[in-house]
């Protein structure tokens, strides 16, 4: 049984032009102790899944799943008591900003004891004495100094560790990361991502992360969650993912890595944006954008075939780095910048 | 915090001096003069009126009178007042306190009703509560005081025979004065009837001077509120699994507080303002009702002194809701 089996999850936000569908279809099943990765641009509808996933979207939004189980538990049939005690506590979450992230009213050492209290309990001494292990854990300098600090004292890569440390205080099974290096400058960015594969392998937790960035998906995921537009396009294990991307989308977003650009003088990118709540296209979401797309992709929405494991949102997915779609040929001969046909591989 | 609070201190100064300047110079604007009208209707003879300004020392100049007034001033010295010759200083202690016992029931009043409000509004928005309490203090804020103030009285006190018309405790007490509030003084007295008395003296009036803060703490609660539940960090408490009461109490109220204190404050000038009114309807003898007299009487010395009294004591409470900041907002502590 997976740890967290959700299938067909759809979030709708009551807008004042109607009902806007943020996210649709998405399905996600994380076992014990995997490292998931969910990858789109912004706009893409990675952050309100996970968000719609730990409840903690505003009253306007509308989450729907076919199937939504945290360790078995339905969580769309538990109660908001009964939910709170697995959102926090078994299942925990961490943000892009850890800046705002932290309430400036209370010291970090407030923070999580608060968190320790909610879901473990124990005496004032010894919820104390996990905080400041757990700010050691999280490689924060002088705990028994900083246990005492306010946010607006620490910097941001410090305030995305005690984040980390509130995150996994009560022994979580599954950490969601809502881009968590967003926010912080490069140096950091390396130094926090390892840290949370370290915590990942040291507590054997389940860790979803969700990124832009696919050197961190590479470096990190044995699963990967391609999402454009609210949908998710494709589902594969890391290796297969870089290998044989299958949708048009992670392929152009694959060939944007400088890795694999090879020793091209520009790196090839995906024109336009995507498309937001009064611009969609009809078809296939990812038609304007897709150097394969012919008329039937404009004109018919796609559905993942039967006996793709895959589940890819095409009409044409690519084979071996090869588009079955009409529009290829003159694609590769029109663009020989974004060639279906790359030689470089990681 | 120390250092925080010497220079908040400092930064009052010019304010202050500016305050006995405005002071001073109001009273003398008005047309009218203090001899004349206490001469009345009989006139006064030219020398007589000569003896008496130099007697008062009006005949000085206006520069040499302000110096005058500002010397003693800082020694504690308003003068005393043209009407009872009783020092300013005496006249004002022994009326402040009815103001004060009757401004910090309105305040209570306004806050312990309007911040809940403001909170419950906030965390139903759009719903009805949120439109029924938004309504209802907007009228609150509308309402004149002393229309408003008559009408309860009417309702209330004439109709209903629910609460007293008028002063601050029953004729059949008599409570001796020792820190001239009406509840603390009978409590030392030991007399409960005379507790409960004043108690009840004193409901219509904080409700009618408290209408107004209650308003705008109401809706400055809301407004400050929704802007705090849309932060990160109250998503980060719903993120702990917290509960709902504990996200809304202390995640998002507790910052929201910060701008709500600072309306507090600035509702006790107003409420110091409002209970010349109020104090005039219900006839309480506080300064409202003192300096009203010693407005229509010209008697200058009062005047400049309750004035430069009332805005010493806004002074001191903005100071303090300054120090009450640091304590609510530790980025300001730091």
């Known amino acids: ?346 | 915090m120390f250092k925080f609070f010497l220079v908040k201190l400092a930064q009052l100064v010019p304010t202050f001096i500016g305050v006995t300047i405005v002071a001073f110079a109001f009273i003398r604007l008005l047309p009218g003069d203090p001899i004349l009208l206490m001469a009345g209707e009989r006139g006064i003879s030219a020398e007589r009126y000569a003896q008496l300004e130099s007697q008062m020392g009006f005949d000085r100049s206006l520069v040499v009178q302000y110096l005058d007034f500002l010397k003693g001033l800082l020694h504690g010295d308003l003068g005393n007042s043209l009407v009872t010759h009783a020092p300013v200083m005496d006249e004002f202690m022994s009326r402040f306190p009815a103001t004060l016992e009757l401004s910090l029931f309105a305040l209570a009043f306004a806050v312990i009703i309007g911040l809940p409000a403001g909170v419950l509004a906030a965390v139903k928005r759009g719903k009805t509560l949120d439109h029924t309490i938004m309504g209802v203090s907007l009228t609150g804020y509308s309402m004149p005081i002393f229309w408003w103030g008559l009408l309860l009285i009417m309702l209330f006190s004439s109709t209903l025979g629910w609460t007293p018309v008028s002063g601050r405790i029953s004729y059949m007490y008599f409570i001796e004065p020792v820190t001239g509030f009406m509840t603390i003084d009978s409590l030392i007295a030991g007399d409960w009837g005379a507790f409960l008395s004043s108690l009840h003296y004193l409901i219509l009036p904080s409700i009618v001077l408290g209408t107004i803060p209650l308003a705008v703490i109401a809706r400055q609660t809301r407004s400050s509120m929704l802007e705090v539940l849309g932060e990160d960090y109250v998503r980060t408490a719903r993120a702990k699994g917290l509960s709902n009461f504990r996200v809304i109490m202390v995640h998002t109220l507790r910052n929201a507080l910060i701008s709500v204190v600072t309306v507090i404050g600035l509702q006790v000038g107003l409420l110091l303002a409002g209970a010349i009114l109020t104090e005039t309807i219900f006839s309480w003898p506080g300064i409202g009702k003192w300096m009203i007299d010693a407005i229509s009487r010209r008697d200058y010395p009062s005047v400049q002194g309750g004035l430069v009294l009332i805005a010493f004591i806004v002074m001191i409470v903005n100071l303090l809701v300054d120090l009450a900041y640091g304590v609510i907002n530790p980025r300001i502590r730091h």
Not at chain 1, 341 to 346: C, I, K, Y
Request: hydrophobic share 40%.
């Open chain 1, 1 to 346: 049984m997976a740890l967290l089996d959700i299938e067909g999850l759809s979030v709708r936000f009551k807008t004042s032009s109607g009902l806007f569908a943020a996210v649709e279809g998405v399905d996600i099943n994380v076992d014990r102790g995997e490292v998931w990765s969910i990858v789109g641009e912004s706009g893409s509808g990675k952050s309100v899944s996970m968000l719609a996933t730990m409840g903690l979207l505003p009253w306007t939004a509308q989450v729907t799943a076919d199937k939504m189980a945290f360790d078995g538990q339905d969580l769309q049939q538990l109660s908001s008591r009964q939910r709170r005690r697995i959102v926090g506590g078994e299942m925990s979450m961490i943000f892009q900003e850890p800046m705002s992230s932290l309430n400036p009213c209370f010291t970090v050492g407030t923070q999580i004891d608060e968190m320790i209290k909610q879901h473990l309990g124990g005496s004032r001494k010894e919820r104390h004495e996990r905080a400041l292990d757990l700010l050691a854990q999280v490689g924060i300098p002088d705990p028994a100094r900083r246990i005492k600090a306010y946010p607006h004292q620490l910097s941001g890569g410090m305030s995305q560790r005690v984040m980390i440390a509130m995150a996994i205080s009560c022994n979580p099974r599954l950490l969601i990361a809502d881009e968590p290096t967003t926010a912080l400058d490069v140096t950091i960015q390396a130094q926090i991502l390892e840290l949370l594969l370290r915590l990942q392998e040291d507590t054997g937790m389940a860790l979803i992360l969700i990124t832009h960035d696919m050197g961190v998906v590479a470096e990190t995921a044995k699963h990967v969650v391609v999402q454009y537009a609210g949908r998710q396009v494709e589902k594969q294990d890391v290796k297969s993912l870089f290998a044989n991307p299958r949708h048009p989308y992670t392929e152009a977003l694959l060939s944007a890595l400088p890795e694999r650009a090879g020793d091209r003088d520009r790196l090839p990118t995906i024109p336009g944006v995507v498309p937001g709540q009064h611009d969609r296209p009809s078809g296939c979401l990812f038609n304007p954008r897709c150097q394969y797309a012919t008329e039937h992709c404009r004109e018919v929405e796609p559905v993942p075939a039967a006996d793709d494991p895959a589940r890819t949102l095409c009409h044409y997915p690519l084979e071996d780095g090869i588009s079955p779609s009409p529009a290829a040929a003159g694609a590769a001969r029109d663009n020989p910048q974004s060639s279906p046909h790359r030689e470089v591989r990681p």
